[in-house]
Structures are given as structure tokens and as C-alpha cells.
């Protein structure tokens, strides 16, 4: 039975988004679906994934195109020239929807750039988000099944590109961005792979400026089964995805063995890839201490995109 739930989230209410919060439809999942929840090692486990599976899967292009458009509007498949195989990237846009300021335009040309199928997805659109700050306010009950939710939908978007010819399918990596990146980290996962991965795992994931703890509830996103190579990019002055609480996490994982690499930039703040965020600007959060630093950094992108891609060219082969 599909249930309307009429949350808001406190970001609407701190005025992130000016607008009341957007219902996400919930479903009910189906018993095969379930059925892969047991396999969760504790009951949060199982919570987490009937999360992911409680708002309907996307649909996916079945086509892929040749050039990416300065603005990125929509989900869509990018490729190089040539018949392949090649690599591949899945790019997890912000809470904000799509494309702002043309930033997954960038990513995805330089994706096309390093010989990589770009797979722009939009988590949002399908399910009624509209708008470049609306997905922020989105009551998508609770961040965690935020993040089951987008996780799902990743792992569902790698069993789609399996379909092409021109994808090297163990070579398919996942970036994410903000929000996109709190997903991202779940990613390179073993427990969650195991509930949700259809289509193999992903190869690497690359998270940037994505929080990784959120300390009035003790949710902590660097799990300790971290199995996918994981860099962490962040900014040194970011106080959403803070690397004094990220650093220590992924040095922990690193010590246990987790195949993690991070790098902080100086004196950077959040989005540091969005060029509208020029002059930077303190913007209202949800969460203590419910402002974050916005600003564009050329510089730090351009390093940003060298250090991904050198890191999937080194560990995704």
C-alpha cells in the first residue's frame, strides 16, 4: 500500500529552502526485496534496507549520448567516441536536484575527457523534486533512509549500464557530491552491497565535501566493512562534511585495514565546484551550527578532478 508521508525537514524551517517541503511517495516492498533484508547483520541493517527499497526504483536511459550539453537538465548517459568497453561513472548530484551551475556538466565532460562513460543520475525528478534548492527540503523521511534510498538507486544504476556493450562493467566507479557523497560512502560498503547490489560492486567511489557524521545523533557514515577503495575529498573549513570528524573516522578504517584515502583542502569551503558560489556566502543548515560556508574554488576543482581520476585510473583496473 503506498502511504503519502507529510514530513518536513528542519531545513525548510531554518530557510534553506523557502518553499514548504516537498512528500516523497513510500511503497511497500516487494517479498523478494525483503527477503534480501535479512540478510542485514542486525536489525538496523534491515531498517536501513527496507529504507532503500520503500520508494519506487527509477527508470533509466536506454540510450546514451555523444555530447554533454553545457547545462545537464536531465538523467542521461554520456559516452566517449569509439565502441569501448569502457570505464565508467555514476555522478550523485547534491540534495539541490540536477544540474546546478553546470556543475555535473563539468564532471561529466571530464569524465568523457579521461576515456569514462558519464552516467548522470537524478535521484529526484521521478519522485517529484523539482528545483534547484527543492530537493533539500524534500521529505524523504529521515537522512538515513536519504541515503538508503540513493544508495539503492546507485546500485540499481550499475546493473543498468551492464546493459551496454560499451561498458567495461568492472570498471564502473560512483562520485558524489554533498549529499550524493553521504550516499556514496555507504557504496563502498560490504553489508550494503549485499542488500542491494544486483549487478556486480562498484570498482571505486570518490566522495566529495560529503558528511560523514552527524553528531546529534550519532549517525556515522564510515562504516567499519569498507571494501571499495573510498577517497574522501573535503574541505578544510566545511562544516557539514567536516573533516574533523571525517579524518579520524577514515584513519580508523584505514588502521583496520579499509581501503581509504582522503585529502583536505586548505582554507576550503562546501560546493567548492560550483561556480555561482561566487562570492562566498554562509548559508542557513538544519543542523548545528546551522550555517555552512559556500564557495567556489577553481583551484580546488581542478585538483578535485585531477585526484579522482588519477585515483580510479589506480584502482579500478
Not at 540536477?98 to 562513460?117: F, I, P, T
Not at 566545511?238 to 583536505?264: F, M, Y
Amino acid at each position: 500500500m503506498r502511504v503519502r508521508i507529510f514530513a518536513f525537514l528542519a531545513a525548510a524551517a531554518a530557510g534553506l529552502v523557502g518553499s514548504p517541503a516537498l512528500a516523497v511517495d513510500q511503497i511497500e516492498p516487494t517479498p523478494e526485496q525483503k527477503t534480501r533484508c535479512e540478510r542485514a547483520l542486525n536489525e538496523s541493517g534491515k531498517r536501513f534496507c527496507l529504507a532503500g527499497y520503500s520508494v519506487r526504483g527509477l527508470d533509466f536511459p536506454v540510450t546514451a549520448q555523444d555530447v554533454v550539453p553545457n547545462s545537464v537538465r536531465a538523467m542521461a548517459i554520456y559516452k566517449p567516441p569509439g565502441s569501448g568497453p569502457f570505464p565508467a561513472i555514476i555522478l550523485l548530484h547534491t540534495c539541490a536536484t540536477l544540474d546546478l551551475n553546470d556543475q555535473l556538466a563539468y564532471w561529466a565532460r571530464a569524465a568523457l575527457a579521461n576515456g569514462y562513460v558519464a552516467f548522470v543520475l537524478d535521484q529526484f525528478t521521478q519522485r517529484g523534486i523539482h528545483g534547484n534548492e527543492g530537493g533539500c527540503g524534500a521529505a524523504w523521511p529521515g537522512w538515513r533512509n536519504r541515503d538508503a534510498g540513493r544508495a539503492r538507486d546507485a546500485f540499481d544504476a550499475l546493473a543498468h549500464l551492464g546493459r551496454f556493450d560499451f561498458v567495461d562493467t568492472k570498471r564502473i566507479a560512483a562520485m558524489g557530491f554533498s549529499e550524493g557523497a553521504r550516499a556514496a560512502y555507504y557504496l563502498s560498503c560490504r553489508g550494503v552491497g549485499n542488500l542491494f547490489a544486483t549487478g556486480g560492486r562498484f570498482a571505486a567511489v570518490v566522495a566529495l565535501y560529503g558528511q560523514c557524521y552527524v553528531a546529534a545523533s550519532g549517525l556515522n557514515r564510515i562504516a567499519s566493512d569498507i571494501a571499495t577503495p573510498l577517497l574522501a575529498l573535503l574541505g578544510e573549513v566545511d562544516v557539514d562534511g567536516d573533516p574533523k570528524h571525517c579524518v579520524p573516522r577514515l584513519q580508523a578504517a584505514k588502521d583496520s585495514g579499509a581501503p581509504v584515502e582522503w585529502t583536505v583542502f586548505p582554507k576550503t569551503g562546501h560546493v567548492w565546484d560550483q561556480p555561482s558560489r561566487i562570492p562566498g556566502k554562509r548559508m542557513s543548515w538544519h543542523e548545528p551550527p546551522y550555517t555552512v560556508l559556500f564557495e567556489y574554488n577553481r583551484g580546488v576543482t581542478e585538483q578535485s578532478r585531477d585526484l579522482a581520476f588519477a585515483f580510479l585510473q589506480r584502482v579500478a583496473k
